[in-house]
């Protein structure tokens, strides 16, 4: 429909804007810690409804780790968390025969903090996952399809991660079923508590941020 094609565009515009921005010297990385764990639920909440009118169940699991610290720009991964739901939710069919499921989740590790987001929906070949991630690729069975999307998101994803030297990993859900679904990892590196940042005033902001995220 003529709206439909509308809201497409007006996708395609917002995130070839995002792309611009993020090329240029303006979309310089302001690194603070903050708790992802909260983060990625307040996504998943602002996606909740629209899953559910799709017949998607959307879950989080991770989100009571308050431990989940990292130090990055919130303003540029936010987008990042919501694109890659947005995703999952967007190229996921649900049918009474097999109902969509997308999960997200945090991995708190010890240098490391890891944001998945997996669904149950077709995959990405292994062939194509390099591809995805430049700027216009669609996979070869979304080429043709209903499915709409500019081949921009996994690319603002890709800028992102590199912008705050995280590594951004694609696979399968479940490797061997059909459909085998797709997983999204991130992983970001962090200092354990005995290299936190050396300044005064960072030092106390990473203090206050422990006890935020682990207040009961």
Avoid at 77 to 91: E, G, Q, T, W
Avoid at 97 to 104: E, K, L, R
Avoid at 205 to 211: D, Q
């Amino acid at each position: 429909t003529a709206a439909r094609h509308c809201a497409s565009l007006g996708r395609r515009v917002a995130e070839l804007f995002e792309l611009a921005n993020l090329d240029s010297a303006r979309a310089v990385a302001h690194l603070e810690p903050f708790c992802m764990a909260d983060l990625m639920s307040d996504v998943i909440q602002a996606h909740q409804l629209g899953a559910e009118q799709r017949g998607i169940a959307l879950h989080l699991t991770g989100a009571a780790d308050r431990q989940a610290l990292v130090v990055a720009d919130s303003r540029l991964i936010a987008p990042v968390i919501n694109n890659l739901v947005d995703n999952a939710l967007h190229y996921t069919p649900s049918t009474p025969d097999h109902p969509g499921v997308v999960t997200a989740r945090v991995l708190a590790r010890a240098r490391s903090l890891v944001v998945q987001v997996e669904d149950n929906g077709p995959g990405i070949p292994e062939s194509e996952r390099a591809h995805v991630l430049e700027p216009f690729y669609r996979a070869s069975h979304l080429q043709g399809s209903e499915v709409d999307g500019s081949g921009l998101g996994l690319a603002i994803v890709q800028e992102i991660a590199k912008q705050h030297r995280a590594v951004l990993h694609l696979e399968d859900t479940t490797p061997g079923t059909s459909p085998p679904g797709t997983r999204v990892s991130l992983r970001f590196e962090r200092p354990p508590e005995s290299d936190a940042p050396p300044t005064t005033a960072a030092a106390m902001m990473w203090a206050w941020v422990v006890r935020l995220c682990t207040r009961a």
